[in-house]
């Protein structure tokens, strides 16, 4: 991609917004948030294509390592694509669950969750948007241009991307079949781009059901000046 990526410095002055709205706004937002769930049980009602799109540019809107947005998003909407993307998805999640591959300890981790290798969603909701890391770019001329910091940045893109969704009453899951090489191969995507999360897209069914996870409290989350005390060589008390 031949985008310029020298730029002009501009004035960046954001409204100040008085204190008391911006907690107001603040509150808002972790209330709205809070609500968030991972959802595997999803309605076939349509939803619009703005939505994806909005989602995807409010993504697109996060930092990155020198600016390189080293994500795409690969929206799938054909029901053949979907099929043999949850064919394929459900043959590598099989071998983790029932061949092996998964860790009794990972089992173990994943029991209260409820899943198994069976992933129906994956051919039933609207859309299922695929994120890859793009490892590296291209030049004009083609040669490999080094990206900075790609897992972070496509990681918080990802972050602003469900964000989104859930603003706009839409529901996700961070799916991870492993390995994920199959979603490079089915798509048709090039050698400097690799799977990075696949997200099903759609309204939550009717009557989804979640497990009831608790989160972890501010005071378990958050620690204020913490000094590790490194005369003595020992790590700071819990
Ligand atoms: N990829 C598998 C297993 C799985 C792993 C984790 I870590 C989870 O939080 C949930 C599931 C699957 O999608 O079932």
Redo the contacts with the bound molecule.
């Keep these: 991609m031949a985008q310029d990526d020298r730029f002009p410095f501009i004035p960046y002055r954001p409204d100040r917004i008085p204190p008391e709205e911006a907690l107001r706004r603040g509150r808002e937002l972790l209330e709205r948030m809070d609500a968030r769930r991972s959802v595997r049980h999803f309605s076939e009602e349509a939803v619009p294509r703005e939505a994806i799109e909005l989602a995807i540019r409010t993504a697109s809107t996060a930092p990155s390592g020198a600016h390189r947005q080293p994500w795409r998003f690969v929206v799938v909407d054909d029901p053949e694509l979907k099929r043999e993307i949850r064919i394929a998805a459900e043959a590598e999640?099989r071998q983790?669950y029932e061949g092996g591959r998964?860790s009794e300890e990972?089992r173990e981790?994943?029991a209260p969750?409820g899943?198994?290798?069976h992933?129906p969603y994956l051919e039933t909701v609207p859309y299922l948007v695929v994120v890859f890391e793009q490892t590296h770019g291209h030049f004009p001329d083609g040669s490999p241009r080094k990206n900075y910091y790609v897992r972070e940045s496509v990681g918080l893109a990802c972050g602003l991307f469900i964000t989104a969704l859930h603003t706009m009453g839409l529901a996700t899951l961070t799916?991870?079949?492993?390995p994920m090489g199959f979603l490079r191969e089915i798509l048709g995507r090039p050698r400097n781009e690799r799977p990075f999360i696949l997200f099903p897209v759609g309204y939550p069914a009717t009557d989804a059901m979640v497990p009831d996870l608790r989160r972890k409290p501010l005071s378990e989350v958050m620690q204020w000046n913490p000094r590790g005390s490194t005369q003595s060589g020992e790590p700071a008390p819990e």
């Excluded at 799916?175 to 492993?178: A, C, D, N, Y």
Aim: glycine share 0%; no cysteine.
């Design positions: 999640e983790s998964m990972w981790a994943l969750l899943t198994d290798w992933k799916h991870t079949p492993s």
